[in-house]
């Protein structure tokens, strides 16, 4: 099955600074892929989502892009600011494994933002 | 979007008792999923409800243990049967909206002492 591989558990970074979070996974390229932020004792929230025939997407200061070759999803935050801490979680959609229209989801990466 | 409430948002509960946690749902879906998030780690789908037939459950998850009731497009009931100290976690409740994003519930946080 599906395994989805967040690399960094934490990162911490200066204001200002562009923080950059991977996403890996290692079987099969989804239809799409998304990512969401979770606050603490919060559901998860919906940021941005790419399709697979998409190399880019941005969403003010989000950028997102995706490499089905490598297997991996970068997202990306310019200019962060300390409001942006929070765990980021990378999800993939479940269909081709299990038929199911449901998402899997990452371990997530914690953001840190220092003033 | 859709907005969605559970309740209880808490609650400590005793082994060998069981909880029901309930997902309202501001618009009408096909599609609710319920998910678990133990501590520390990333959320884990127990199970796929949809409206007018059984739930389907993942790997490791059985109805006698979650059972689970979807009687309308915004309403959906999970229960976490006679419980250990091990199902304590937080339990999501999901919607699939438009364009295949998710929108999730604040969660319910469960401790079993």
Known sequence: SQKIEQNSEALNIQEGKTATLTCNYTNYSPAYLQWYRQDPGRGPVFLLLIRENEKEKRKERLKVTFDTTLKQSLFHITASQPADSATYLCALDMRIDTGRRALTFGSGTRLQVQP | ?113
């Open chain 2, 1 to 113: 979007s859709a907005v969605i409430s559970q309740k209880p948002s808490r609650d400590i509960c005793q082994r060998g008792t069981s909880l029901t946690i309930q997902c309202q749902v501001d618009s009408q879906v096909t599609m609710m999923f319920w998910y678990r998030q133990q501590p520390g780690q990333s959320l884990t789908l127990i199970a796929t409800a949809n409206q007018g037939s059984e739930a389907t459950y993942e790997s490791g998850f059985v109805i006698d243990k979650f059972p689970i009731s979807r009687p309308n497009l915004t309403f959906s009931t999970l229960t976490v049967s006679n419980m250990s100290p091990e199902d304590s976690s937080i339990y999501l409740c999901s919607v699939l909206g438009q364009k295949e994003t998710q929108y999730f519930g604040p969660g319910t946080r469960l401790l079993v002492l």
